[in-house]
């Protein structure tokens, strides 16, 4: 018998009203997923205008834990040989990343030499946010039961309870296993899911979504929208040029939020707004949080 969806926890937004995550903690602003990243998101106030919230990756460890991390190799960011699930916590613990090339060396030395950040030391940056958006990150010999069975051991405790965390994957095997193990939890200890979509796909239990303007596109998007609510999810998150008011107004027929990624330019951003999406993940949430023409867009956030 197939595990029944669970019920929409996830609290619909007022209409007009969206949430601004920063990306990675804040990309473009300060060293992907470090400490410093998330510290400045978390403290970034522009009169008074603040992000709703962050959206950033994790990826399990050889001993089963967690870290902060998007690439599954640790070759771009931390000069190192092998993937991030052949390591120990300790040894990851002990690794520093940095981001040169896209950062250049004019910047102090502590913005780009951070240490890899493990997951149980995060809750003290995700404090006072209205959305918390974690990517769960795979590869072709993840063990996915295990995974989620880890990864819902460590969210049960008080600390992580208390925030709004949504659990979100490209890895539909991921999605049905978030599905099956938190259908034995109280409700109150289950969390939101969100598919991830993306033109192109890795691995066979990701989604390649390629919506066009034709019948076939959109009948592509219904039979994806359909998936997600049957692996019991709450929210989609969509590569930005995809989305259109469309693609949105299916979204809500399923009783699906729209998640935008990764939206830069403050023009796409109004679009999307316009269209109608609930959420924009962005790099660089000051030059958004700046733009003159999204100013009355910034008031209408929730």
């Known amino acids: 018998m197939p595990v029944q969806p669970f019920p929409n926890r996830l609290h619909p937004l007022p209409p007009n009203t969206w949430q ?15 400490a410093l990243a998330f510290a400045h998101a978390q403290q970034l106030d522009i009169q008074g205008k603040k992000l709703d919230g962050v959206e950033f990756d994790i990826q399990m460890t050889a001993d089963g834990e967690f870290v902060v991390t998007h690439d599954e190799k640790l070759s771009r960011l931390a000069g190192q040989q092998g993937w991030v699930s052949d390591y120990r916590l300790a040894k990851l613990r002990a690794l520093y990343q940095s981001d040169i090339p896209r950062f250049q060396t004019t910047l102090n030395p502590n913005f780009l030499r951070q240490k890899i950040l493990p997951l149980c ?24 039961s295990q995974l989620v069975e880890n990864l819902l051991r460590l969210l049960s405790t008080a600390t992580w309870q208390t925030l709004p965390i949504s659990l979100t994957s490209f890895d539909t095997q991921i999605l049905d296993q978030l599905q099956r193990q938190q259908a034995y939890l109280p409700p109150s200890l289950r969390y939101p899911t969100g ?16 919506p066009s303007q034709d019948k076939h596109g959109e009948t592509l998007i219904y039979d994806t929208f359909n ?31 729209v998640s935008a990624w990764t939206v830069n330019d403050p023009n796409c951003v109004k679009r999307l707004l316009d269209d109608g999406v609930n959420c924009v993940i962005t790099d660089t ?9 999204l100013m009355s867009h910034l008031y209408q956030r929730h």
Not at 129 to 138: C, P, Q, V
Not at 228 to 240: E, H, I, S, W
Not at 245 to 255: D, H, S, T, V, Y
């Open 121 to 144: 030391d995060l809750p003290p940056y995700l404090q006072h946010y209205r959305h918390l958006e974690f990517e769960i990150k795979t590869h072709a010999k993840t063990q996915h």
């Open 285 to 293: 949430p000051t030059t958004l949080l700046t733009a003159p023409l």
């Open 20 to 34: 601004l995550l920063g990306h990675r903690g804040a990309r473009a602003e300060a060293l992907e997923n470090s």
């Open 227 to 257: 998936l997600a609510c049957r692996l019991g999810c709450q929210q989609v998150g969509v590569y930005y040029p995809l989305i259109n008011a469309k693609l949105i107004n299916i979204a809500r027929g399923f009783g699906l939020r």
């Open 195 to 210: 598919l991830l979509l993306e033109p192109s796909s890795t691995l066979a239990t990701q989604v390649a979504f390629l």
